[in-house]
């Protein structure tokens, strides 16, 4: 059997996991309204924190992690779909696409959030310094854009299954554990190193989304 080889380092996953949790308590609370809309924008600051993040982490993290080891141009995406072409152990090119997609997707929902204006009780940090037409265009951009999320989380759910079901590869698994048994691939490095420049990130992260949400 082929041994197991750390392909997701722990920043990585910590990442993945506290943005699944972000995201259902940011739902959570825009549905509830009232007075949890106070915890629906502290949980959006969360998340735009956690995106600015893995974008860092995307040109400074370990190997899998990088954007230039997994990003790949149309025409890998389509030699892939036709089952041919090199894979990484990591992302493969259709799933790098789904990346970007669901990071583009959450930083206009966390930026166009810093502006909305529902004109009634709740208001992002930074609508006041926009015009009362900008605050509302960016109003009907989150809401929208709060359904292309929904398509894109039910599009990775069904990405997941399918994989499990149809291909007997489990996604779920390695997220968790960082380990995938793979057969000549490099392991990515997990240490002390790679955790510390991680949280150096993650704290030049939150402080942009702090001083631009104090503005």
Known sequence: MTPPVRIWDLPTRLFHWSLVLLVVLSVTTAKIG???????????????TLIVFRLLWGFAGSRYALFAQFVRGPRATLAYLRGAGAVSAGHNPLGAWSVLAMLTALLVQGVTGLFANDEIATEGPLSKLVSGATASWMTRIHSFNE????????????????????????????????????????????DALVRTRAALLALLAAGLVGYVVTL
């Open 147 to 190: 359904k292309v999320i929904y398509a894109l989380v039910a599009l990775h759910v069904a990405a997941i299954a399918y994989y499990f079901f149809a291909k007997r590869e489990n996604l779920v698994g390695p997220m968790l554990t960082g380990d995938k048994r793979v057969i000549d691939a490099e392991p990515a490095q997990d």
């Open 34 to 48: 009232g007075n949890w809309m106070d915890w629906h924008l502290r949980s959006g600051y969360a998340v735009l």
